[in-house]
């Protein structure tokens, strides 16, 4: 029976004006539960509440991922849900200016909820929920300061210090309510709030105002407030300690698939800003002796501080790193160590060779041909994985073993450049080789399909192979995957004369 009102409310929606429409009453979000047929969990509308949700014309803003997330509703339960709200509450009619220009981008910027928080030059990046109060994140990059790791810092008994003034203040989960932390870092003139969650998960922060007045309600603080994984604490802490003046920029993103690992940058300010502080790829120079001078391309782990500008390479005890190192404190610390791909996890070669204070690892691929790709390290040990790793093709690890050698008494150094276009260019070739090599779509039956696959990959990987030319582990990767691709399909006819074509280039 519930049905008949909710329809009968429909109707008399679709027959008035839009001008009409605002001086309706609007359903309830019980009324919302009930019509998705959630009324049988009470918690659903508890935690609307403690989010500060108390007006069914609010849902409008949320998304299923929110849902999912923030209230714990299944993805079914999430969908219909926001079906309901899209038919039953109607959208207040906003009164537009039309002598002021408005940015479309920026508006959608500032009402998101989801995003990126990055620290310029380290390999680390992590996710961020803004709080459910607040003003909005800043475009600009930003000097971040963690004050301590006790969690009663920023709440009443413990306000920030001063030198909280225009910076990010980054303080733990505890003791006294966000919007306490949130209210003692505006007075101390903070530009943005992140609290750092106690555990590695992530949720939007309420204002937990209760039953406070309207008037208390107007009051919430304006400072920008995030919370981060608990993982990202001691990372952002070790680079601190190796780049105290380093800079963090938070860039909300779009998540509009609902789903959060398809999420992407869009605004132009943000895009060029996350460009300057990306480290995930670049050139390694290295100016050895004896005609020794190379470069070699590197990917970056998805953990770990800051890339270092350069240093002194060296070699340790065992090659692969899998065991403690019989190699000196001295012979390791500040220094770049080469270590073989193979034997253990990523994580367990950084813990042992991070215990010897080496500033990166140069990870050598076991790989004579392939694709530089690098994996994360385990979930449980990201937030002990402080060493940024960087992964050279086998043939560049081994030039630099070469040079090492080469320069064994004065020692062997190098500059590390960031690139971030270089990352692009293996994404490439990868994306390829999954989609035209990998992918059960090679296997189809459908009369047509196949051929027509078959030919735009012979087309891609060609222009590839191209504009991989200068670049001579790109290009030995890229002729190998074409010369693969071509003998895989050599049955369907025309390969031999593309095969011709490209062995002119």
């Known amino acids: 029976m519930i049905l008949i009102p909710i329809l009968h409310a429909l109707l008399i929606t679709l027959t008035l004006s839009s001008d009409d429409i ?41 998304t299923i991922l929110d849902l999912t997330v923030n209230i714990g509703m299944s993805r079914e339960e999430a969908q219909t849900f926001h079906s309901n709200v899209k038919k039953l509450v109607p959208k207040r009619k906003k009164v537009k200016n039309s002598k002021k220009k408005v940015d479309v981008l920026l508006e959608k910027r500032q009402s998101l909820t989801y995003g990126r928080f990055y620290v310029d030059g380290a390999a680390f990046s992590t996710d961020f929920m803004k709080a459910n109060f607040g003003g909005n994140i800043p475009a600009k990059p930003l000097e971040f300061v963690i004050y301590s790791e006790d969690e009663t810092l920023g709440c009443d008994d413990r306000p920030f210090p001063d030198s909280a003034e225009g910076v990010v203040a980054i303080v733990r989960r505890g003791t006294c309510t966000y919007l306490e932390k949130a209210l003692n870092a505006e007075e101390a003139g903070a530009a943005l709030l992140v609290v750092v969650n106690s555990e590695d998960n992530l949720f939007q922060m309420p204002a937990s105002l209760g039953e406070k007045s309207e008037e208390d309600r107007e009051n919430l603080p304006s400072v920008p407030t995030i919370m981060l994984k608990s993982s990202a604490f001691n990372v952002l802490q070790h680079i601190q300690t190796t780049d105290p003046f380093v800079k963090a920029l938070v860039v909300p993103q779009d998540c509009s698939d609902d789903d959060s690992a398809q999420c992407a940058t869009f605004y132009p300010t943000d895009i060029s800003t996350k460009e300057m502080f990306d480290a995930t790829s670049g050139v390694i120079h290295c100016d050895g002796s004896n005609s020794n001078s190379f470069e070699a391309e590197f990917i970056t782990s998805a953990f770990g501080g800051t890339l270092p500008h350069g240093g002194e390479i060296v070699t340790v005890e065992p090659e692969n790193g899998c065991t403690p190192l019989t190699s000196s404190l001295e012979s390791v610390k500040n220094k770049l160590v080469i270590v073989a791909r193979g ?104 009369e047509g399909e196949k051929e027509e696959l078959l030919e735009s990959c012979k087309k891609t990987i060609a222009e590839l192979v191209a504009k991989n030319e200068n670049v001579p582990e790109r290009k030995k990767f890229a002729r190998h995957l074409y010369e693969e691709f071509e003998m895989a399909n050599s049955q369907s006819g025309g390969g031999k004369g593309e095969i011709e074509k490209q062995n002119e280039l």
């Open 22 to 62: 605002n001086e309706l009453p609007i359903p309830t979000i019980q009324d919302v539960l009930d019509a998705s047929k959630l009324n049988h969990n009470s918690t659903f509308a508890d935690n609307f509440h403690d989010l500060g949700i108390d007006s069914s014309s609010m849902l409008h803003k949320m």
């Open 343 to 446: 034997g253990c996890s990523f994580s367990d070669k950084v813990l042992n060779i991070q215990k010897f204070e080496a500033r990166a690892i140069l990870l050598k691929d076991d790989n004579e041909i392939g694709a530089l790709e690098i994996s994360g390290g385990r979930p449980q040990d990201l937030e002990k994985l402080l060493t940024p790793v960087l992964m050279v093709t086998k043939r560049s690890g081994e030039k630099l073993e070469e040079v090492l050698r080469d320069d064994e008494v004065g020692g062997a150094y190098i500059t590390i450049e960031k690139v971030p276009r270089v990352g692009i260019f293996w994404e490439e070739l990868r994306n390829w080789k999954r989609h035209c090599m990998d992918s059960d779509g090679r296997n189809t039956k459908v």
